[in-house]
Antibody, heavy 120, light 107 residues
Framework: QVTLRESGPALVKPTQTLTLTCTFS??????????VSWIRQPPGKALEWLAL???????YYSTSLKTRLTISKDTSKNQVVLTMTNMDPVDTATYYC????????????WGQGTLVTVSS | SYELTQPPSVSVSPGQTARITCSGD??????AYWYQQKPGQAPVLVIY???ERPSGIPERFSGSSSGTTVTLTISGVQAEDEADYYC??????????FGGGTKLTVL
């Protein structure tokens, strides 16, 4: 059974760095083709893709946010970590992690999401 | 920058067919995916690789592609299909993108 769960602070102050952890089970990020991604959704707005890391430790970032994002993995712990620097109130959103089993298969499993509010 | 364009809303009566479109210049070269999201829930993949249906997704959900437009079709719409629907694709550099979402209302 594949599960993903996001964890991190519910509230961060402007200019702070956000660190989110995706803890997963039911698959291994060392399996060829496997990827984990972060996606966010501001309240009442659309989904926005942020970053992806694959089984080979290749990393991909949103063009508009790449200077603020870092994605990493700890295969032994089954975790993927996203850091986002210089947080702003416009970054208030539900942050999801999601899995891609293989290229062309889409985000087939998602975590429930974690709401992060940026406010002083 | 690459964009995917969806209509903000689509309305349909129960039992009718709903069609939700998604347009983007890279769609002739990249697969499209569709997600259903109900209030307070995480998105669910309903179509992958333009027209493939994951296991567990009802047969009334189908996808098609023509040029720069992909279409999600829901045949015999049911009340439980009322949700937001998002298309998603990627570009050649390995970055991903979502459309703006379409709210499907079942009248």
């Amino acid at each position: 059974q594949v599960t993903l769960r996001e964890s991190g602070p519910a509230l961060v102050k402007p200019t702070q760095t956000l660190t989110l952890t995706c803890t997963f089970s039911g698959f291994s990020l060392s399996t060829s083709g496997m990827c984990v991604s972060w996606i966010r959704q501001p309240p009442g707005k659309a989904l926005e893709w942020l970053a992806l890391i694959d089984w080979d430790d290749d990393k991909y970032y949103s063009t508009s946010l790449k200077t603020r994002l870092t994605i990493s993995k700890d295969t032994s712990k089954n975790q993927v970590v996203l850091t986002m620097t210089n947080m702003d109130p416009v970054d208030t959103a539900t942050y999801y992690c999601a899995r891609i089993e293989s290229v062309d298969y889409g985000f087939d499993y998602w975590g429930q999401g974690t709401l992060v509010t940026v406010s002083s | 920058s690459y964009e995917l364009t969806q209509p903000p809303s689509v309305s349909v009566s129960p039992g009718q067919t709903a069609r939700i479109t998604c347009s983007g210049d890279a769609l002739p070269k990249q697969y499209a995916y569709w997600y259903q999201q109900k209030p307070g829930q995480a998105p669910v993949l309903v179509i992958y690789k333009d027209s493939e249906r994951p296991s567990g997704i009802p047969e009334r959900f189908s996808g098609s592609s023509s040029g720069t437009t992909v279409t999600l079709t829901i045949s015999g719409v049911q009340a439980e299909d009322e949700a937001d629907y998002y298309c998603q694709s990627a570009d050649s550099s390995g970055t991903y993108i979502f459309g703006g979402g379409t709210k499907l209302t079942v009248l």
